[in-house]
């Protein structure tokens, strides 16, 4: 471990679902909206609330595959990372990383069914899922009786059609630039309050900006204890990779 906290600094100096923050909030600027090419003439698109959507180019969009769950009580009625109220009733999910109100789909790999969410909140806090449908989302997926399944998830991005010359054609509007943001690696979460402020102090004896949320589950409350890991998410990947390979395996990177 004592190789580990000099090896983040040094990353962090080079490139310098309802929580509530122990420490002060890190001030940051928007991230600068993408400009994405020319939609391929073999994507198919997807119409929601009367906008057209289409997967986003790889250079510039998101895509894994992973791990699916859902919930649904006790966080239907509590309020979304994003101020929202959550409503399992409805097509959300939540997400490590990506911007707030981001479409994605969803394809469960298992069985062949779709279907398109957006991204309201954040989640699912556990290492090794990728995304947290509602309810809803998880019924249509078939994912709700089993709880977890193998997806693959692809951010779209709203597509508007034009006029050039005597024919039409689609181009993507500008979207976030979901490679940049306010990232975090959670180290740690605990019932006990003491725990996490121990983990605290020592991450920030040690030269990391280290803060604890609170998270609310209704019959208990949890401390998590997350360390800043920059503007840039490849960076903040190295960063959790350290960490898991330094005595925290459950390491993983989260957006603010």
Known sequence: MKYLLPFLFLLLFLNGCGTKSIAPPTSKAPAPMAVPGSIPATQRPYVIMGKTYYPLPSAEG?????????????????????????NMYEETAAHKTLPMNTMVLVQNLENGREMVVRINDRGPFVKNRIIDLSYTAASRLNIADRGTAKVKVTAL??????????????????????????????IGSFSNPDNALRLRDRMQKQGNNTVIT?????????????????????????????????GFPDAFVVAR
């Open 62 to 86: 998101y895509e894994e595959n992973g791990i699916a769950s859902w919930y649904g009580n006790p966080f239907h009625g509590r309020r979304t990372s994003n101020g929202e109220v959550y």
């Open 157 to 186: 991005g709203e597509a508007r059609t034009y006029r050039q010359g005597n024919r039409e054609v689609e181009r993507f509007l500008p979207h976030e630039n979901f490679q940049q943001g306010d990232f975090y690696v959670q």
């Open 214 to 246: 609170r998270f609310d589950r209704g019959d208990t409350s949890f401390y998590r204890v997350q360390v800043h890991a920059g503007s840039t998410l490849s960076v903040a990947k190295n960063i959790e990779t350290a960490f898991n390979g330094n």
